[in-house]
């Protein structure tokens, strides 16, 4: 009887010393869990503040792209207007009637020449 009252006894101390042990783990798993977290989040914002004033200087040239490609567009089509001007002026003899009296300000005899201008808006 003896033997069996010490080796109950060491169960016990052992499952006491198993107890502790096992809730000392479980606290640092959940630290190491939570410290892992945490340098996540961390890195993240890091990464975000990284990123920031680069995601802006995007933001920029998007915006000035935009404006030279709206340039772009106006300037191609003013030139689009002024070679169907060119090729009708040189091409098509009645345009070029109409346009040398206009800006010239000819008339054939007898000819009456009306001239309307518009306001021009401020």
Do not use: W
Request: charged share 35%.
């Amino acid at each position: 009887m003896k033997m069996a009252r010490k080796q109950t006894s060491r169960i016990r101390r052992r499952s006491y010393a198993d107890d502790r042990m096992m809730s000392r783990t479980l606290f640092l798993k959940r630290l190491n869990v939570f410290a892992f977290y945490l340098l996540l989040i961390i890195a993240c914002g890091g990464v975000i503040a990284k990123c920031l004033p680069e995601f802006r200087k995007l933001q920029n040239a998007e915006e000035e792209l935009a404006l030279v490609q709206a340039n772009e567009a106006a300037i191609n089509a003013q030139y689009d207007q002024q070679l169907r001007e060119y090729r009708a002026l040189e091409q098509d003899p009645y345009y070029l009637e109409i346009y040398g009296r206009d800006r010239l300000d000819l008339h054939k005899e007898g000819e009456r020449v009306f001239r309307f201008s518009r306001e021009r808006m401020p």
